[in-house]
């Protein structure tokens, strides 16, 4: 039992799609959450996490709300690997700033560009994580 056990934990451990996704997550926070963020946004953003561009409740590498659907559009988890991004790391950050810049160009059902919602301290997509 303590074999399988160990043999899961590696296998996690490993998992490279879930790394990559902690590190859009990292860089998305690093991008919009800065020290002049509205305090009030920051919590909700972090509070959001994962949903920034995902789906509570649905399974994380298939289903993306609408913000995530434009992101996945110009950045790749394929092509921005956690190695890629610890070797990489000025080119990296730079991918990530375009692929942001390229998305928050895209309007959400509401009408409104992601990044003009971001910047009125609005989560990005209209089905983020709702707020309690």
């Known amino acids: 039992m303590k074999r399988l056990a160990s043999f899961f934990g590696c296998l996690i451990l490993f998992a490279s799609p879930a790394m ?13 959450l800065t020290d002049d963020t509205d305090e009030d946004f920051a919590k909700l953003a972090k509070k ?4 920034v561009c995902h789906v509570k409740g649905e399974e994380k590498k298939e289903v993306r709300n609408e913000y995530g659907i434009a992101l996945s559009k110009y950045l ?10 610890k070797e990489n790391a000025d080119e990296a950050k730079k991918k990530f700033q375009e692929g942001f810049n390229k998305a928050g160009e895209a309007q959400s059902k509401d009408k409104k560009k992601f990044a003009d919602k971001i910047k009125a301290n609005e989560l990005p997509a209209t089905d983020a994580y709702p707020e309690e």
Not at 20 to 32: C, H, I, L, V
Not at 76 to 85: H, N, Q, R, S, V
């Open 20 to 32: 990559a996704t902690s590190d859009f997550g990292r860089q998305w926070k690093a991008e919009y």
């Open 48 to 51: 959001a996490n994962c949903y």
């Open 76 to 85: 790749k988890a394929k092509e921005l690997t956690k190695d890629y991004i």
